[in-house]
T-cell receptor, first 110, second 114 residues
């Protein structure tokens, strides 16, 4: 299972675009890159998933360079409610397992 | 759809007691899993199941048992509670086919062992 490296914490301000980068140097050919969001006292919630290039949905964009050794989650025009922990995962393996790191604690200030 | 439900929300146990954490999903997902999350940490996989009658161990299975008699239910049993099992427990489910690996999580059970 490929491991990921993310910043421990970040902060930004309301209305800004926030980019969180994740490093996954040992990503396997079949691995997908998936990002989850977790609020305090809640289970994680799926944000976005991609394999290569760029993926966009209604809440975020995911940028993946050609070598796939890193990825960047982009949150446009953040608000206070985007304060949460964001996890980057790669996989899953043949047993559907993923490794969860400590994530990035994002704090949005007014 | 209720999604993934877990009971109880909170539980306090004494060392040596046993109990079962309940998990149910109504999305007809084949894959279900149990995680524990300690303060400031990511999730660690305890046990998982890829279908009724099939279970396997994850990263931290010691002290826990699971069974999967139906697609909907995946209970987690603590055999003899220890203070080291104080944690928040999350159940999750997902499909096992297609290209999406989105996991749906329950609200969690906060367990304290004294």
């Amino acid at each position: 299972l490929a491991k990921t490296t993310q910043p421990i914490s970040m902060d930004s301000y309301e209305g800004q675009e926030v980019n969180i980068t994740c490093s996954h140097n040992n990503i396997a050919t079949n691995d997908y890159i998936t990002w989850y969001q977790q609020f305090p006292s809640q289970g994680p919630r799926f944000i976005i998933q991609g394999y290569k290039t760029k993926v966009t949905n209604e809440v975020a964009s995911l940028f993946i360079p050609a070598d796939r050794k890193s990825s960047t989650l982009s949150l446009p025009r953040v608000s206070l409610s985007d304060t949460a922990v964001y996890y980057c995962l790669v996989g899953p393996d043949s047993n559907y397992q993923l490794i969860w790191g400590a994530g990035t604690k994002l704090i949005i200030k007014p | 759809n209720a999604g993934v439900t877990q009971t109880p929300k909170f539980q306090v146990l004494k060392t040596g007691q046993s109990m079962t954490l309940q998990c149910a999903q109504d999305m007809n997902h084949e894959y279900m899993s149990w995680y524990r999350q300690d303060p400031g940490m990511g999730l660690r996989l305890i046990h998982y199941s890829v279908g009724a009658g099939i279970t396997d161990q994850g990263e931290v299975p010691n002290g826990y048992n699971v069974s999967r008699s139906t697609t909907e239910d995946f209970p987690l049993r603590l055999l003899s509670a220890a203070p080291s099992q104080t944690s928040v427990y999350f159940c999750a489910s997902s499909e096992t086919s297609g290209s999406s690996y989105e996991q749906y999580f329950g609200p969690g059970t906060r367990l304290t062992v004294t």
